[in-house]
């Protein structure tokens, strides 16, 4: 029973972000152990916190683009997503470090590097029209 990612892009948003949710977790169960192994309990707190803001800005993205997908803006939804895919994590990322206190110190600059790389590829992934066989151009020779 194998699913292909056009079949994925055509599931509803909720599942989409489930989908989203169950990838960013995976990967938070593999940082989470590093993460307390190397800077205790505050590097979890920290990689929580990335995972945390890394996912909402994907979901963000991935709801924007959804909404802006079967009209005559997808650019403008495109747009947006990239804003609030970015926003998120890059605000975040720069008060933690000005700040500095036990989350800087945790890692959450590396935590936040390490989840917006995954994020952004399942949520680009799963955002994509799906364009069907008959629309595709054949190759020129």
């Known amino acids: ?16 972000l489930a989908m989203l949710l ?13 993460a307390v192994w ?7 707190v ?12 994907g979901g963000l993205a991935m709801a924007i683009s959804h909404h802006y997908n079967n009209s005559d803006r997808v650019l403008v ?3 947006l997503g990239i804003v609030a895919r970015m926003l998120l994590p890059l605000g975040v990322g720069l008060a933690g470090h000005l700040l500095g206190g036990p989350l ?3 890692g959450l600059l590396y935590y936040l590097l390490m ?12 955002s994509l029209p799906s364009t069907s066989s008959a629309t595709r151009t054949p190759p020129t020779q």
């Open 77 to 79: 939804g495109f747009l």
């Open 115 to 126: 989840f917006y790389p995954v994020a952004l590829s399942v949520e680009t992934a799963l």
């Open 104 to 106: 800087a110190e945790g």
């Open 1 to 16: 029973m194998f699913v292909s990612l056009a079949d994925l892009r055509k599931r509803s948003l909720p599942l989409r």
């Open 46 to 57: 920290a990689a929580s916190a990335a995972a945390g803001v890394c996912l909402l800005g």
């Open 38 to 44: 190397y800077r205790g309990v505050w590097g979890a």
């Open 22 to 34: 169950a990838v960013i977790g995976l990967f938070y169960l593999v940082i989470v152990p590093i």
